[in-house]
């Protein structure tokens, strides 16, 4: 099952621990497990986006790692989506991340 946001449908979110980093570019969101959101039960946190995501220490070494874990209470409550991008430019991937963080507001995308 996927999620969207907006008009851009995302993969199924996975839970942090078993992601499996795409080596393509895409947009990504970080989610927080939250049983009071509807339709499907995740809170974002934060949106992002990269060329290739397949260092898996990427996430936990990222600046806003500690916002995440703090939102979600812990790691085991952090899930991760995907918008795959593979044809797409730097500017456009940048232009809709920009679009998605002004609809939806991340808490961790705060400056």
Same mark, same amino acid.
């Given at each position: 099952m996927s999620i969207q946001f907006g008009d851009h449908i995302f993969d199924e979110p996975t839970p942090f621990g078993k992601w499996q @980093? @795409?080596?393509? @570019?895409? /947009?990504y969101a970080v989610l927080a497990h939250?049983?009071? *959101?509807? @339709?499907?039960? $995740? %809170? *974002?946190?934060?949106?992002?986006e990269c060329e290739n995501l397949s260092?898996?220490?990427?996430?936990? #070494?990222? /600046?806003? $790692? #500690?916002?995440?874990?703090?939102?979600a209470g812990s =790691?085991?409550? %952090?899930?991760?989506?995907?918008?795959?991008?593979?044809? &797409? =430019? &730097?500017? /456009?991937?940048k232009k809709t991340l920009n679009t998605l963080i002004q609809k939806f507001q991340p808490v961790c995308n705060e400056v």
């Open positions: @980093p @795409p080596k393509q @570019p895409c /947009i939250d049983p009071k *959101v509807k @339709p499907k039960p $995740y %809170l *974002v946190l934060f949106f992002g260092d898996q220490t990427f996430f936990r #070494s990222h /600046i806003k $790692y #500690s916002c995440w874990t703090k939102q =790691e085991k409550n %952090l899930f991760i989506t995907q918008l795959k991008m593979p044809d &797409a =430019e &730097a500017l /456009i991937r």
